[in-house]
């Protein structure tokens, strides 16, 4: 009987399942039903999820965050180690907040060359190696955490339309902050292969809800080669890692550059920007996916028996060599019912060929 790492990654490299694995996260109301539902505290404990993300956190180099802002900011505000401000929205709102960007503006390339980084400390180095061990123990599969791997974070410390027009005028400044971000997801994503991790977990949002979000021509000269040198860090540490890479909304026009550099997994596949089918039918005999349950209309609209007929559907197209991995295209909002998150839960563990 293989483990449900084994099973895991034997689905992801299209060489059959014994079982289709299934995946999910749960915003905080939801967490709080799954335990009054259950009684339990950890999903992924009990639902048997087969992999787990281990996170590289860096330790901020920044003495006062908010003095990077001029006038003052709500009192929940809250800042990560690049000194990225957050402020909450309304209590509904899960990963919804108001960012506030440090490099916004008119600054001087040498602010873009000198804002404080993130430093990588060899205790969160050292806990990385005994993570990936201890879940490899459990027969679980070992996820590297590394979203925003380039065009997410540097948009995010300089502002979208700021760092979108700097690439479009070529300005130096997004060389400085795209060169500098790519040189610390180097890092991390050797930090993570050495470890062990069987998957490394990259993602930037280049996708709209019907189309893209910047063009192929820009993408490819800009982002392309930095994300291709993140993928290779990772291979020249462990050659057999699965790269996995996540990115919202419609972007059937960069997947088969994905691809090329090195991409194996592709996260979600939200079917209300590019049906399933029309994916599968063009990658799947080259790529994996993850995710493909819609959290825009089936889960939260659906009826269950909807949500258990599209996780049928899904499995059934990609056959008995699998390369599919069955979970919703976002974090599970408030507004799914509980009975549409189990249809999907039922119908991935009780699918049958």
Request: glycine fraction near 8%; aromatic fraction near 8%.
């Amino acid at each position: 009987m293989p483990t449900p790492r084994e099973n895991l990654l034997r689905t992801l490299k299209r060489e059959g399942f014994d079982s289709a694995p299934l995946d999910f996260e749960l915003c905080p109301s939801q967490l709080e039903r799954f335990k009054s539902e259950t009684g339990a505290q950890d999903p992924a404990d009990h639902f048997a999820l087969p992999a787990r993300s281990l996170w590289l956190e860096g330790t901020s180099t920044l003495a006062d965050p908010a003095a990077l802002y001029e006038g003052s900011l709500p009192q929940a505000t809250s800042f990560d180690a690049f000194g990225i401000a957050r402020v909450p929205g309304g209590e509904g709102s899960y990963h919804f907040t108001r960012m506030l960007h440090p490099l916004k503006g008119e600054i001087s390339e040498r602010c873009v060359a000198e804002h404080p980084f993130p430093r990588i400390d060899e205790a969160a180095v050292e806990g990385l190696d005994s993570g990936c061990a201890a879940l490899r123990a459990r027969g679980l599969a070992a996820v590297g955490a590394l979203a925003c791997t380039v065009w997410e974070t540097a948009w995010y410390l300089r502002g979208m339309e700021d760092l979108m027009a700097d690439m479009m005028t070529g300005d130096p400044r997004a060389t400085i902050l795209l060169d500098r971000v790519t040189e610390l997801a180097r890092r991390k994503a050797g930090l993570y292969a050495r470890a062990g991790c069987d998957i490394l977990s990259l993602g930037d949002d280049i996708g709209m809800q019907s189309s893209i979000i910047m063009s192929v021509e820009l993408w490819r000269t800009w982002l392309k080669p930095r994300l291709a040198s993140v993928v290779a860090a990772a291979k020249a540490a462990k050659p057999d890692i699965l790269i996995f890479y996540h990115s919202c909304g419609y972007i059937l026009p960069f997947i088969e550059e994905l691809m090329e550099i090195g991409v194996d997994i592709l996260n979600p596949v939200q079917p209300e920007s590019m049906p399933f089918e029309e994916v599968w039918s063009a990658f799947g005999d080259r790529l994996s996916f993850w995710g493909t349950v819609g959290t825009q209309t089936t889960l939260p609209f659906g009826k269950p028996e909807d949500v258990r007929r599209a996780v049928d559907a899904n499995l059934r197209r990609c056959g008995e060599r699998g390369g599919i991995v069955i979970a919703p295209t976002h974090v599970l909002e408030p507004e799914v019912p509980w009975e549409n998150f189990m249809a999907m839960v039922e119908a991935a563990r009780g699918f049958r060929f």
